[in-house]
């Protein structure tokens, strides 16, 4: 995942139940390394690891990431980034982060929050998440307020243009940034990159998910999101905070 | 609403999680560091990243293992629009500052999507860890 996650629990939580929780995550990141060469998902890539060795955890992020795949029209592809290969970076950052949010409910915890690099665990509420802006430095595009929920944000400006359309091999245009709002945060990350690499096509396709809310800013500052999403917003509206009409 | 953050030893934990994982190492080595104070005690080795430039800021990190395990983090160089966040101590503060600045939103609890300052902070530990190790 090559990110640090940090976790708030307001409330406390004992030293053994973060001790697991950042254990689990250490296991996650080192199944799942792409960088790691004895790394299960490395091994697999070269052939040395049948699928049916594999761990039944990575059996099960591929099936998720096969049916993602459906689900987004191929926008969402783990075969993409390198030919011949698997990555499903897009996936597992998200799933694990959820399941550690699990782990940490089945400890006991009510009310906390896990942050993996800008992508969110919502448990208990109200939380206020601020999402960033896609060209302003230090500022903020929206502000939301949510419970039990998780955010995922894509956009360009994370990692240079690190998302790609599987379908054209080419950067994804048209969007600065896509949030998406659901009930997981491997499902709401898978999306995020999903509707990102659809570029203008993106909003509409958002508009189609059942339980998940929306909001892309696209070039030019227009912002289109979900209305269930816009329903989340505290204080000024979207359009307002980014300067432009909706 | 509180913003307490779990252990600080969880901060550690989660930098270390990262330092193993080089997903984007920098094109070259990191330049001496002149700043930088002589390790003060034995077992202790310190490296220093490269200065990272973002279209905002420009970001160095200092690293300190002791024993091979990350003991110290300091941001010893930031500039630009984040200037106020000066120095960061990972054994006492969040890893990602997370900057609130639009008016209204001063309560924010996180924020979604990844900001410059957090990848180039990360980007400089990395190599700054790097640079401990080899000592």
Not at chain 1, 62 to 91: I, K, N, Q, S, Y
Not at chain 1, 130 to 159: C, K, N, Q, W
Not at chain 2, 29 to 52: C, E, H, M, S, Y
Not at chain 2, 82 to 105: C, M, Q, V, Y
Request: one cysteine or more; charged letters at 20%; glycine letters at 12%.
């Amino acid at each position: 995942m090559g990110m640090p996650v940090r976790v708030r629990v307001p409330g406390g939580a004992g030293a053994h139940a973060l001790d697991e929780l950042f254990a689990w995550l250490r296991f996650a990141d080192a199944t799942f390394s792409t960088y790691d060469p004895r790394s299960e998902l490395c091994r697999l890539n070269r052939g040395e690891l049948g699928l049916g060795d594999a761990h039944p955890l990575v059996r099960d992020v591929l099936a998720r990431c096969e049916e993602l795949r459906a689900a987004t029209d191929g926008a969402f592809d783990v075969r993409a980034p390198l030919p011949g290969a698997l990555d499903p970076t897009g996936l597992v950052k998200g799933w694990a982060v959820e399941r550690a949010a699990g782990l940490l409910e089945r400890a006991g915890a009510r009310r906390f929050l896990l942050d993996a690099g800008g992508d969110v665990v919502l448990r208990g509420g109200p939380w206020r998440v601020g999402i960033r802006h896609p060209r302003l430095a230090g500022r903020l595009a929206a502000v939301l307020e949510l419970s039990d929920a998780a955010v995922a944000t894509s956009g360009a400006y994370e990692r240079g243009a690190h998302i790609v359309d599987p379908r054209s091999g080419r950067p994804a245009a048209g969007a600065l940034s896509v949030t998406i709002v659901g009930p997981d945060l491997g499902t709401a990350d898978a999306y995020a990159t999903a509707a990102f690499a659809m570029g203008g096509r993106g909003p509409g396709w958002t508009a189609t998910l059942a339980y998940h809310e929306a909001m892309t800013i696209l070039e030019g500052d227009r912002v289109l999101a979900t209305p269930g999403f816009v329903d989340l917003c505290a204080g000024p509206t979207i359009a307002a905070s980014v300067g432009a009409a909706a | 609403m509180r913003r307490a953050l779990a252990a600080l030893a969880l901060t550690a934990a989660a930098v270390v999680l990262l330092a193993r994982y080089e997903t984007h190492p920098p094109a070259k080595p990191p330049p001496p560091d002149k700043r930088a104070p002589a390790p003060p005690k034995p077992g202790l080795r310190a490296g220093t990243g490269p200065l990272v430039t973002t279209p905002f800021s420009s970001i160095q990190v200092r690293a300190e293992l002791t024993r091979g395990r990350l003991t110290g983090v300091r941001t010893i160089a930031l500039t630009g629009a984040d200037a106020h966040t000066n120095e960061i101590n990972a054994r006492a503060e969040p890893i990602l500052r997370e900057e609130a600045l639009s008016a209204g939103s001063a309560d924010i609890d996180v924020v979604s999507g990844a900001t410059y300052t957090s990848e180039s902070w990360i980007a400089s530990l990395r190599a700054a860890i790097r640079a401990a190790r080899r000592g």
